[in-house]
């Protein structure tokens, strides 16, 4: 069951687990107004305690179920943050080998330069005067380091929608107010 789908049936079953524990403490109430002691004020009491027992069974698999879905999103979360930082880590070396290639005099091709002038228009500055400085040096050609995956932004997803779609192990609530067993993962 998806953790989406588990929510929704376990809210579902509060709704009715709260809607009948409003009506039996209406009933008692009732009962507890006339002040003539009756045998069914007490069958509505102990009726009142196991459904209020369900109930809370039912809040402590809907706390779990919300706790996982947040350490799924967390998770994910962090996954795109590390491959983010990964990406921009990339782009950084390949920018600083553009800059060493420049700088050391070496002809690279124009996309390089323009990438290496859009990261940073200091570094570039920086790359075309040390090659000024090193104009007697061997102008080596260079083929591109930029590949499609920097022109192209990545695939996000949202972690939210992860979270939600994920797969848990929860029993589904029995449809007469039984709130089931604790969440397995």
Do not use: C
């Not at 996954?79 to 921009?88: G, Y």
């Not at 102008?139 to 932004?153: F, P």
């Amino acid at each position: 069951m998806k953790i989406s789908e588990a929510k929704a049936a376990y809210s579902s079953q509060m709704q009715t687990l709260w809607a009948q524990k409003r009506a039996l403490t209406e009933a008692l109430k009732e009962q507890e107004k006339s002040g003539i002691p009756s045998f069914d004020r007490v069958e509505l009491s102990k009726e009142l305690k196991k459904v209020d027992a369900e109930y809370k069974k039912a809040q402590s698999v809907v706390e779990g179920i919300m706790a996982t879905e947040a350490a799924v999103h967390n998770s994910e979360v962090s996954r795109q943050q590390i491959e983010a930082m990964e990406k921009s880590a990339k782009k950084m070396a390949k920018m600083m080998e553009i800059y060493r290639r420049i700088a050391s005099g070496g002809r690279v091709p124009p996309e390089d330069e323009n990438a290496l002038m859009l990261y940073s228009k200091e570094l570039y500055m920086a790359a075309k005067m040390a090659a000024m400085i090193k104009k007697d040096k061997d102008n080596k050609k260079y083929d591109t380091l930029l590949d499609e995956e920097d022109s192209e932004g990545g695939e996000n997803t949202d972690a939210a929608e992860v979270a939600a779609n994920t797969e848990i192990s929860v029993a589904a609530p029995d449809a007469a107010g039984d709130a089931g067993s604790a969440i397995g993962l």
